[in-house]
């Protein structure tokens, strides 16, 4: 129940991410968490005054992550009065860290495609959740700084899969669909028993019972490459609890995948690198990272070319090595 007692609006992932930024980007001396849950499209239709928001705050906690790693430098400020208290901890975007880079250039062709694009976001950038959300800050004594339109961050669409997945959980039904694990060829038909859906860094991961041994397995929803269809079949395993223990799953393999690898000072992998959750810069100048997925770091370091050279471990270098080539080949005759 939301904090005026009527039932909560379900307001879409990409929607909540996009109202988050739109507030931090409004405001210079940020906004506390209290601030974000109660007033952001996305939070405050289930924000309870006064009572138990612990399953929101989680939330957020996701949230915070998933902009990072989009790229969005989020910042956390202390209260300079009270430095322990994380409850009075401040967020925002800086717009110089989150604007264009200086040495970027565009021909006047360009900047008139620009201006036209600008134009058609401007009308419609501002819906009227995110006004009243503003109109709410203000209400609260927090200046915002206008304009925030014009601002529009890289967020993810949700994996095709996704609603007939959601369903299916929702009433309990076994499914089938084809994936596709990297390094196979060709992908395998899965009969699974929906558990729970969760966002890990950025991405959609389905937890589900598999047919014929009930061992819980975690599947990339990116990987499923045909419809997912229902069997008919429903199943009366329990689902409490099965949220949090995805999430967990998912956050040890995070943990334990660690990547070091070597970037070129001032480049653009440097910063967006140097962003991610959990990257820490080594001694010796390398760069640790940690990563789920090897396949989707590959793709992701491989996209940043010579600036970024990996060192460990053997298996992830390869797999860079492999896409750079690919390209490589791809373009010879071009």
Sequence with gaps: MASDDRPAQRVPVEERLFSLVLALLATETGLTKSEILSTVQGYRQSFRAGGDNANLERKFERDKDDIRELGVPLETVADPGDPGNNQALRYRIPRGAYELPDDVTFTPEEITLLDLAARVWREGSLSSESRRALLKLRALGVATDEPVIGYAPRVRVRDAAFEPLSTALERRQWVRFDYLKPG???????????????????????????????????????????????????????????????????????????????????????????????????????????????????????????????????ELATAVRERLERTVADHADA
Excluded at 193 to 202: I, S, Y
Excluded at 284 to 303: R, S, Y
């Design 184 to 314: 196979e060829s060709a992908a395998r038909e899965r009969h699974v028993a929906p558990l729970a859906l969760v966002q890990f860094e950025g991405r959609w991961h389905l937890s589900a019972e598999e047919a014929g041994t009930g061992a819980i397995k975690t599947y990339l929803l990116r990987r499923i490459v045909s419809r997912v269809t229902t069997t008919g079949k429903t199943t009366t395993t329990p689902l409490t609890g099965q949220q949090e223990a995805a999430l967990a799953g998912l956050e040890e393999i995070w943990r334990n995948g660690v990547a070091r690898v070597r970037v070129e000072p001032g480049t653009d992998a440097a910063t967006r690198l140097a962003r991610r959750r959990g990257a820490a810069a080594q001694p010796d100048g390398t760069l640790e990272l940690h990563f789920v997925d090897a396949a989707i770091l590959a793709d992701e370091l491989a996209g940043f070319g010579p600036e970024v050279v990996v060192l460990e471990p053997s």
